[in-house]
């Protein structure tokens, strides 16, 4: 009968558990994330291939599944892997969080390298998705978002709404928003306790006085905005990544570390 012999080597029982806590936590929200994904989806009448990719403009819904897809499947290998010590499943779950700290490492370079060219795709990007404000609640939902929070009106300005089949000026259009921007463009008035709704009608209209507009609605661009915000926050910016990239790198040496032990305590046996 064969004899085995122990030399000695082990698995740190702290590592392996914290590996673990951490990703049951992502398991979970990774569930949570697609859950919310069908939900959305099951709201706007869209659970089949078909009528999602015929769905018009960016659908942020999108992102949330991508994120939960991954948060979930990296959850699963890094919980079921450290619990089981698993070493392949160790190995799956060091490559893929190596691989996402290397894209964001690279988008970052290349953001900052070629930022001219980002903010270029950034506006445009933002006034194709204008055109389809009122075909989706979710995308029309972020823009105005975007729009109340960074306190800005459209891509470059509050004429990039005359790309909307709602908001442009054109005589053909018989909308009662003709000329006129959304909601989340007007300026906040402290003596109303409702939001008014249709602040921003007829706003853009050759007849107003531009002086007049400045002081209902925001007249500066998202994408404008958005290069006056980050330099007031980059060190909260900063931290956030710096916290997202330090959880990566604690996650792969956690990891790596486990399947160390593991194939020392492997090579440990003999007959």
């Known amino acids: 009968m064969p004899q085995y012999k122990y030399q000695g080597a082990q698995v740190s029982c702290l590592f392996k558990y914290i590996l673990f806590s951490l990703n049951i936590i992502f398991w979970i929200t990774g569930a949570g994330l697609l859950a919310i994904t069908f939900w959305a989806w099951n ?3 869209v659970l089949n291939i078909r009528s999602i990719t015929e769905l018009n403009g960016f659908d942020p819904v999108w992102v949330v599944l991508i994120v939960g897809v991954l ?20 190995k799956f779950f060091s490559i893929i969080i190596g691989t996402i700290f290397t894209l964001e490492l690279a988008a970052g370079i290349l953001a900052f390298v070629f930022k001219d060219w980002v903010k270029e795709h950034v506006e445009s990007f933002f006034r194709d998705n204008i055109s389809e404000y009122r075909k989706d609640i979710d995308l029309q939902n972020l823009v105005d978002a975007v729009q109340k929070y960074m306190q800005c009106c459209g891509a470059a300005g509050s004429d990039d709404w005359n790309n909307n089949a ?15 921007v959304p909601f989340s463009c007007c300026l906040p008035d402290p003596a109303q306790n409702v939001v008014n ?14 002086l007049k507009d400045s002081l209902v609605i925001y007249t500066k661009g998202c994408v404008e905005a958005f290069e006056d915000w980050l330099p007031k926050n980059i060190y909260i ?4 990544f710096l916290v997202i990239a330090f959880l990566q790198m604690f996650s792969i040496y956690l990891a790596r570390s486990l399947i160390s032990d593991i194939e020392a305590l492997k090579s440990g046996w003999r007959y």
């Not at 910016?237 to 956030?240: P, S």
């Open 43 to 45: 709201e706007k009448g």
């Open 71 to 90: 948060t979930f499947v990296l959850g699963f290998t890094g919980c079921i892997g450290a619990l089981r010590e698993n070493i392949c499943l160790l």
């Open 197 to 210: 709704t249709q602040c921003g009608y007829d706003i853009r209209s050759k007849t107003k006085d531009k």
């Open 166 to 180: 709602y908001f442009n000026c054109s005589l053909e259009n018989a909308s009662r928003e003709r000329c006129g």
């Open 237 to 240: 910016v900063a931290g956030a």
